[in-house]
């Protein structure tokens, strides 16, 4: 009995449950052609990495954050613009199994509840750049390939950055 009290009160990490919703909302909306869909899995966030011994407290106002899926990685920085309430999403697309080379001329979407706020494509080194305002639910959806996609929900709310 304390066993089954005690797993009724663990909840999955934000993380995955932003995956799941975002999932959900792209199904009948991804702008790319239909084949698989893949979710990014978070490898890596700054934001959970614990502080140095010693330092009691600390102050970053960028956010790291690394997503895999399969052998592509999308690195990903987020960043507050200076003087405005906008964040700054920078990235790129990589290959593990082609290191030191960006996925180019990939289209990016950020997509917003499902709908497309904006469109890009990656330049040559894989890079992409979006202005964020206070956009619920984000999701980016990269069109990999003609029967691949991959979706990585966006981190959101007052935790966005450091």
Known sequence: ??????????????????AVRASFRLRNVVPFPSGKLDLAVLQFDSLL??????????HN???QLLYKSGSVCIDMRMQPTPGSE???L??????????????????????????TVSR??????????????????????????????????VPQGRNLVM
């Open 49 to 58: 990495q614990p502080l140095a011994v010693g330092v009691r407290s600390g």
């Open 1 to 18: 009995m304390e066993q089954a009290k005690q797993l009724k009160a663990v909840e999955p990490p934000e993380s995955s449950v932003s």
């Open 90 to 115: 920078i990235g790129q697309l990589l290959d593990s199994m082609d290191p030191g080379h960006g996925i180019g001329g990939i289209p990016v979407s950020l997509l917003s509840k499902g709908d």
């Open 61 to 63: 106002s960028a956010r």
């Open 120 to 153: 890009k494509q990656t330049n040559q080194d894989g890079e992409f750049n979006f202005d964020l305002d206070s956009i619920p639910d984000m999701q980016l959806v990269f069109g990999v390939s003609d029967n691949r996609t991959i979706v990585v929900a």
């Open 86 to 88: 906008s964040i700054v």
